[in-house]
């Protein structure tokens, strides 16, 4: 199976800073990656598929990048609702989930 | 507006069953693949197993094979798990979640319904 790995695993920011969160592929996954925002006793959101394309409805300050085993979530501008937990998941074989970043408030 | 609601979820023992039920609205619910994701209390996301349209492919992650099954009922818009010989690991929060239609991430989640393996 492959193995999807976040780094950090936490971090604590502020409004206005502009953040990355990294995540790896055990293996060459293509662009075959999606990016989830889940807030607290909420179901997951989509936030970006296929690597670096936006969901309908998310702020452009949103943006995803890489393809291969290297992938990046970057938040340009960090609002007040973006404090949350963010997941990385591929879907070239199956379906796995990275371990999640949670993004605090500094 | 596009919405899939869970139920069915509750306290069960250790080598009991339950089965979970995701109604689905809004869209054309046979044009999708269906999927189950979990979450253990505190923990991260776990792809638990997806459906074809037709419910002719099913597939699972290894920990439940042979004791889960998804099943589908398009004329009831209707997805559902049927879980035996639960472990307390399966303890979890049970999301229905619909694969985009030309790409498969998960583009729409119900609110997700409880299931806790105790005795």
């Known amino acids: 199976a492959i193995r999807m790995t976040q780094s950090p695993s936490s971090f604590s920011a502020s409004t206005g800073d502009r953040v990355t969160i990294t995540c790896r592929a055990s293996q060459g996954i293509s662009s075959y990656l999606a990016w989830y925002q889940q807030k607290p006793g909420k179901a997951p959101k989509l936030l970006i598929y296929a690597a670096s394309t936006l969901q309908s409805g998310v702020p452009s300050r949103f943006s995803g990048s890489g393809s291969g085993t290297d992938f990046t979530l970057t938040i340009s501008c960090l609002q007040s609702e973006d404090f949350a937990t963010y997941y990385c998941?591929?879907?070239?074989?199956?379906?796995?989930f990275g371990g999640g970043t949670k993004v605090e408030i500094k | 507006e596009v919405q899939l609601v869970e139920s069915g979820g509750g306290l069960v023992q250790p080598g009991g069953s339950l089965r979970l039920s995701c109604a689905a609205s809004?869209?054309?619910?046979?044009?999708?693949?269906m999927s189950w994701v979990r979450q253990a209390p505190g923990k991260g996301l776990e792809w638990v197993a997806n459906?074809?349209?037709?419910?002719?492919?099913?597939y699972y992650v290894d920990s439940v094979k042979g004791r889960f099954t998804i099943s589908r009922d398009n004329a009831k818009n209707s997805l559902y798990l049927q879980m035996n010989s639960l472990r307390a690991e399966d303890t979890a929060v049970y999301y229905c979640a619909r694969r985009g239609y030309d790409v498969p991430a998960f583009d729409i989640w119900g609110q997700g319904t409880m299931v806790t393996v105790s005795s």
């Open positions: 459906i074809k349209q037709d419910g002719s492919e099913k």
């Open positions: 809004g869209f054309t619910f046979s044009s999708y693949w």
């Open positions: 998941q591929q879907y070239y074989s199956s379906a796995t």
